[in-house]
């Protein structure tokens, strides 16, 4: 099982209150919800291993300089990620609860998440589960290999299980074929324009059509004699949007054979530092967040 984390902590933050806060009134919401949300999936789906994956680089370079607009409307006037004052503090909690409870968190410089995910999956001798609020990692779902989707779109306690069929289902499109489908489209929350005047509906008749965002693009490229679904109308929105479909696939495609050491994910047997755990759980008032945690992990607690 692979955790989105940044993904769920924003989730956390957002669906459990701000009133829920340590003993000397700070916020802990985020910390709370991810401990206790990672509990539930523990106990629920019964991972063999578990990894909380993290953006070392939330808006990567490579991806920046192929789309500038990529993330541009999440910088925060300073720099860096715009993130809620009330979430900031929490993240450092978090990374130093889960060193101390002894479960893997795997970031690499350069790349976000969604890469470290897609590697590990890649990776993966078995089946993977990802759990996100993020359909960019849609692209990953794979039924022969047993890599789907835990979604989280409606808050942190209504999963939604993506696999090829759901996404064929949702998008009318055959199930790992997501990434084209995005380019094509768009996604405002990414600052992925899209290709102006194509939609869901379009951008899937023409993967249909012509298989891959390749072919398509062989396709536009051909045409003489227009025709659904490659109408006038449409090779001129895609002819003047060759410059984007030429960029926006390296931003949309996740990573999945960035460098990264080799990565167990084994589910700690005991807190890898029970005193330091046990400190943060009183300072941060998270007790009962920890002991339903380490109940999950079959954890002797006293």
């Keep these: 099982m692979l955790l989105d984390a940044a993904s769920l902590y924003f ?28 509990a ?32 541009a409307h999440r910088v925060a006037p300073e720099g860096g990620e715009e993130v809620p004052d009330e979430l900031s503090p929490q993240v450092p909690v978090l990374v130093d609860v889960l060193a101390a ?3 893997d968190r795997v970031g690499a410089p350069g790349y976000e998440a969604d890469d470290v995910i897609g590697t590990l999956a890649t990776r993966a001798r078995g089946p993977v589960d990802v759990v996100t609020g993020d359909r960019d ?40 074929a997501y990434a084209d489908f995005a380019v ?11 290709v102006a005047g194509v939609g869901a509906k379009t951008a899937a008749a023409l993967i249909n059509e012509f298989g891959d965002l390749a072919g398509i693009r062989t396709a536009v490229q051909r045409t003489v004699v227009p025709k659904p679904p490659l109408t006038a ?27 990264l050491p080799p990565v167990e994910g084994t589910l700690p047997r005991s807190p890898a ?19 339903r945690l380490g109940a999950a992990l079959g954890w002797q607690l006293s």
Aim: glycine content about 8%.
């Design 11 to 38: 989730r956390a933050f957002y669906g459990v209150p701000t009133s829920v806060t340590t003993p000397d009134g700070r916020p802990i919401n985020a910390v709370r919800g991810f401990l206790d949300m990672t």
């Design 40 to 71: 539930r999936l523990l106990t629920t789906h019964g991972p063999d291993r578990l990894v909380a994956c993290w953006d070392d680089d939330w808006r990567p370079a490579f991806r920046v300089e192929a789309l500038p607009s990529y993330k």
């Design 101 to 103: 409870a002894g479960i």
């Design 137 to 176: 990692l849609f692209q990953l779902v794979d039924d022969a290999r047993g890599i789907r989707i835990l979604y989280t779109a409606r808050g942190i306690t209504d999963i939604e299980f993506v696999d090829e069929a759901a996404v064929a289902a949702k998008y009318g499109i055959p199930g790992r």
């Design 184 to 194: 094509l489209r768009g996604d405002p929350s990414d600052g992925l324009p899209g």
């Design 233 to 259: 109308a449409v090779l001129k929105k895609m002819h003047a949007a060759a410059g984007y479909l030429d960029a926006a696939p390296v931003v949309v495609a996740v990573a999945r054979t960035i460098d």
């Design 273 to 291: 530092d029970p005193d330091a755990l046990a400190e943060l759980a009183e300072r941060h008032g998270i007790e009962n967040s920890v002991r």
